[in-house]
């Protein structure tokens, strides 16, 4: 048995105002590549009901699943019956920015606010770019927080962590790379 296969993994939510981009994706890549230890969800504060098609295709060039992705509201994970959750960050400002819901659960939350693909104008070259910036930002930091080892921190180091990854190089540069 591997050792990702004696914990129960850690329920992952990752926020946006809308769900239809850079949320989506941080789900699909943390699902793959967590190693089994973590379960990721996604949801906006005011999704757009649709997934953004470049996403998708992004997502999909890179070799990473879309079935079942899709835009939902953080309702979703409120009340009887959700998951319980460990972790939460806002990918964007106007989220981080928005009275949450208070989680009983107390999960540790974090801001990784990265620009928004999905407003990105241009050529459908210049969006599959944007994509793909925000689909790096978003791997290098997903990798970096599943590297941490979670069940050695205390709750003050844990935090400071996750601040760290949330300011890695370049992530809010997204516009000035592709355009």
């Not at 996604?42 to 079942?68: D, H, W």
């Not at 319980?84 to 989680?103: K, M, R």
């Amino acid at each position: 048995m591997t050792e990702s296969q004696d914990i129960e993994p850690y329920n992952v939510l990752f926020l946006c105002n809308h769900n239809a981009g850079r949320s989506l994706m941080a789900e699909a890549i943390l699902n793959q590549d967590g190693r089994g230890l973590f379960r990721a969800y996604s949801a906006g504060t005011n999704p757009t009901g649709a997934v953004n098609p470049v996403a998708l295709e992004t997502l999909s060039a890179e070799g990473y699943p879309i079935a079942g992705l899709r835009s939902k509201n953080v309702s979703e994970f409120i009340g009887p019956g959700t998951p319980e959750l460990d972790f939460i960050f806002t990918l964007c400002d106007e989220a981080a920015g928005e009275p949450l819901p208070d989680w009983a659960d107390e999960p540790v939350t974090a801001h990784w606010g990265i620009e928004d693909p999905c407003v990105v104008e241009g050529s459908p070259m210049d969006k599959g770019r944007a994509f793909e910036t925000t689909f790096k930002y978003l791997k290098n930091r997903l990798l970096a927080f599943a590297a941490l080892p979670l069940e050695k921190l205390d709750h003050i180091s844990l935090h400071s962590h996750l601040q760290e990854i949330g300011r890695l190089e370049g992530a809010t540069q997204l516009r000035a790379k592709v355009g």
